[in-house]
């Protein structure tokens, strides 16, 4: 059974850092992509950054290029998140997701969700 477990979220002020981590298990991870996305309060689910199987493709939304990063360790069956220069807006429960092919006219779309874990930022 595939599963993913984020960690790593926290209170943070504005300015600081979080790394997210999201482990895998019940699948091969070189055989998917995957991706972060973030939901905050009342509002709709953003799509954060993509990363393809092998870790050499990446995506980001524009709010977050040049702050975040994405990266996988397939030998350890982990996605992570790195988020610098955080900003009260990055507020959100943070979630990661995978799937074999993920595009599908032209929109991301994944099959498999973790359950999140909740990043805060204070100004």
């Known amino acids: 059974q595939l599963q993913l477990v984020e960690s790593g979220g926290g209170s943070v002020q504005a300015g600081g850092s979080l790394r997210l981590s999201c482990v895998s298990s019940g699948f091969r991870p070189n055989s998917y992509d995957m991706a972060w996305h973030r939901q905050a309060p009342g509002k709709e689910r953003e799509l954060v950054s993509t990363i393809d199987r092998v870790g050499r493709v990446t995506t980001y939304a524009d709010s977050v290029k040049g702050r975040f990063t994405i990266s996988r360790d397939n030998a350890k069956n982990t996605l992570y998140l790195q988020m610098n220069s955080l900003k009260p807006e990055d507020t959100a429960m943070y979630y990661c997701?995978?799937?074999?092919?993920?595009?599908?006219?032209?929109?991301?779309?994944?099959?498999?969700w973790g359950r999140g874990t909740q990043v805060t930022v204070s100004s």
């Open positions: 997701a995978a799937d074999p092919f993920p595009v599908a006219g032209g929109l991301y779309e994944y099959t498999w």
